[in-house]
């Protein structure tokens, strides 16, 4: 019997011992509690130096959540530090290089060195090279090949870099790199290893009991093998939050937090979550959350919210149908800010997105057709009250357009709750041809517009249902030359959620209000290249909003389940 066999067992446990200690290590060492993103740079004049982040699950860059800087005009490099909490989950950041219109000549330049990352015990610097790679706004004029000279266009707004996914980058600085809790790992081990062989007496086994073992032993760690040499889990299927790694202590409450911790986290927990969310969703056809989706034929996923607050099921099995007295109420409210805005001289439209469940009620499931009411939805409740106070009034109604356009393309994405960019393309057409008697502005054509589609898996019902029965194309517009473009400006002293646009080349210099949901923002694409200043402010009607952008012409469009 060789010293392979007789110690084989001894040998399994302590590759299995060093690989579990390494776990351990990894998972209790100390958390760190910021992470530091630092600009450095040098201006030829004082600047604002404005950082924004988005998260794993608030994937929009959020005026209030920003944070300030300053790099006064001088020769010498500054660096402007701006700290969030460790164990925040970014995947971007941004930095707008002074977003006012303080460079009436082009002129003013920026040298920028690098981004430097830092969580107190490590570092590391995103260089020049590095820098050039990032996503940058188009009134930056030039970026020099090197990544540090940037001239900002004469006269124009909001400046920026935006960061690539840098989740991945981050996980390694969400705890500290703490020696001496190394060496007292490695010296735990150590201890482990003599035991083994002081302890533990050779054994005789045959060849298929070795390896019978040797598997047993291997299925066991693979798991540790995986988290061990992987990042820190940054996503998870169940977009819940994650229990915590708890910081080494022997308190009696250690243990069950332990547990917890490795529950949500050993290796391959995420992946048999998903596999199983994919069997249920490939071969029965079934949601792992069918209370908010269900899916349909022909690989449609509808959002249904039967048990939420989100208005849908309401709305697509006409359940929220207006009183007599309510109606009443509604219309009369439109109606007076339809007459407030005229006052002021600004034009008010009103009207609605139609949702999924509208446009292909031929894909929705079974269990969601014979809950559907066989009566007048709100919105045409609202329409035909509307009409009878207020013949001159006409509500925007994109139905019978995106109804007409459904034989040229798919409209509205098969995984998510929202129309796509041709769908809602169809609807900025629409609703432009609709109002443009009293606004005179023709909507650009389709040929004004290259068209790719892309596959994609992706969609808010996937997230929320576990996994998507087939993948998805999506349509991408890319604008051609003839057609303007537009920049986004400072939100600040706006309400949350707003997002402004500024097209400098437009020839139509008023500006227009819109308030909105997540459906506008596909819209954006296509509103902003004729207006000068477009606002999208978030939710209903608010006259505050009003008097505070002081437009030309105020737009109501909320999707069909919130009016």
């Known amino acids: 019997m060789t010293f392979l066999s007789r110690y084989f067992i001894h040998l399994l446990l302590i590759v299995a011992g060093f690989f579990i200690a390494r776990y351990i290590i990894k998972v ?11 600009f450095e740079g040098q201006s030829s004049t004082t600047r604002l130096i404005q950082f924004f982040f ?54 003013d330049t920026l040298v920028v060195r690098r981004v430097i990352i830092d969580n107190g015990s490590a570092s590391t610097s995103i260089e020049v090279k590095d820098l050039i790679t990032f996503s940058r706004s188009p009134s930056i004029a030039s970026f020099a090949e090197d990544g540090t000279i940037v001239n900002q266009v004469a006269g124009a707004y909001d400046p920026y870099i935006i960061s690539g996914d840098i989740s991945s980058l981050l996980a390694d600085f969400k705890f500290t790199n703490d020696l001496s809790h190394w060496g007292t790992g490695v010296f735990i081990y150590l201890t482990f290893v003599v035991a083994m062989f002081v302890s533990v007496p050779p054994l005789e086994l045959s060849l298929s009991k070795t390896l019978f073992a040797g598997s047993f032993i291997l299925v066991l760690i693979i798991p540790s093998l995986i988290v ?12 819940r939050e994650l229990a915590p790694s708890p910081a080494l202590s022997f308190d ?14 050993f290796g391959l927990r995420d992946e048999l979550i998903e596999a199983g969310g994919r069997i249920k969703v490939s071969l029965f056809g079934v949601s792992t959350n069918s209370e908010k989706v269900m899916i349909g034929q022909e690989g449609w996923m509808f959002y249904n919210n039967s048990g939420g607050s989100d208005f849908i099921f309401d709305s697509y099995t006409h359940h929220d149908l207006f009183t007599p007295g309510e109606l009443q109420a509604y219309v009369e409210l439109k109606l007076a800010q339809k007459k407030t805005c005229e006052v002021k001289n600004i034009k ?15 894909y929705m499931p079974y269990f969601m057709n014979v809950q559907v009411r066989d009566t007048l939805s709100r919105a045409e409740q609202i329409k035909a009250a509307l009409e009878q106070s207020s013949p001159d009034f006409k509500m925007i109604d994109l139905r019978s357009s995106i109804m007409e356009a459904k034989s040229q393309a798919r409209l509205y994405r098969k995984l998510d709750s929202h129309w796509n960019s041709y769908g809602a393309y169809i609807g900025y057409k629409s609703l432009f041809d609709q109002i443009a008697p009293e606004i005179g502005v023709t909507p650009y054509h389709l040929s004004d517009f290259d068209i790719t589609w892309v596959v994609s898996d992706e969609g808010d019902l996937v997230s929320v249902s576990g996994a998507a029965p087939a993948p998805d194309s999506i349509p991408v517009f890319s604008p051609k030359s003839n057609v303007p473009g537009f920049v986004h400006l400072t939100t600040e002293g706006f309400p949350a959620k707003t997002f402004i646009t ?36 978030w939710w209903r009607y608010d006259q505050t909003t009003v008097d505070l952008v002081n437009p030309d012409i105020v737009i109501e469009l909320p999707v069909e389940r919130y009016l």
């Open 54 to 107: 988005t998260l794993r699950d608030q994937p929009t860059f959020d005026e209030e959540k920003s944070s300030w800087g300053t790099l006064d005009g001088s020769k010498n490099f500054q660096r402007t530090s701006y700290s969030l909490p460790a164990s925040l989950d970014v995947t971007h950041i941004r930095f707008d290089l002074g977003n006012a219109p303080s460079n009436p000549t082009g002129k």
């Open 252 to 265: 009696k409450d250690y243990p069950r937090a332990f547990e917890s911790y490795f529950t949500d986290h």
């Open 28 to 38: 209790t060492l100390p958390v760190a509690t910021t992470i530091t993103f630092s």
């Open 502 to 537: 500024y097209c400098e080349s437009c020839p139509d210099e008023r500006t227009l209000l819109i308030f909105r949901d997540s459906y506008t923002e596909a819209l954006e694409p296509f509103i902003s290249r004729h207006f000068r200043k477009v606002v999208y402010a």
């Open 228 to 239: 061990v040499f992987s990042r820190e889990q940054t996503t998870n299927t169940e977009k």
């Open 348 to 362: 008010y439209f009103f009207g609605f997105c139609p949702q999924t469940q509208t446009i292909y009620p031929e």
